[in-house]
């Protein structure tokens, strides 16, 4: 059994997060934001313990972009159950 859990995006396995976690926030960069995790996807993505604390971090990334700094902003945001 896998220690992993694998995110998918359009089809495709587009990152990974250690298990346990209850849910995972994503966010689809643009391609020129620099973001590439292990497989070289824009992705990025975090584990939570509660829906609550994900969303709150979606919410976060369209408000304020990559970094807190207004300049990139995500293409997608969204929860995965882990």
């Known amino acids: ?6 995110i998918m ?3 495709k396995a587009v990152d990974a997060v250690k298990k346990p976690a209850a849910f995972i926030s994503v966010a689809i960069w643009p391609e020129n934001s620099g973001v590439r995790n292990m497989y070289g996807y824009p992705v990025s993505t975090d584990a939570h313990t509660t829906h ?3 969303i709150a971090v979606c919410d976060r990334l369209i408000e304020e972009g990559l970094g807190g700094e207004r300049k ?4 997608e945001v969204f929860v995965e159950r882990g």
Request: glycine letters at 6%; charged letters at 10%.
């Open 52 to 54: 609550s604390a994900a």
């Open 9 to 11: 995006y359009k089809g």
């Open 72 to 75: 990139y902003f995500p293409i």
């Open 1 to 6: 059994m896998s220690d992993m859990i694998h």
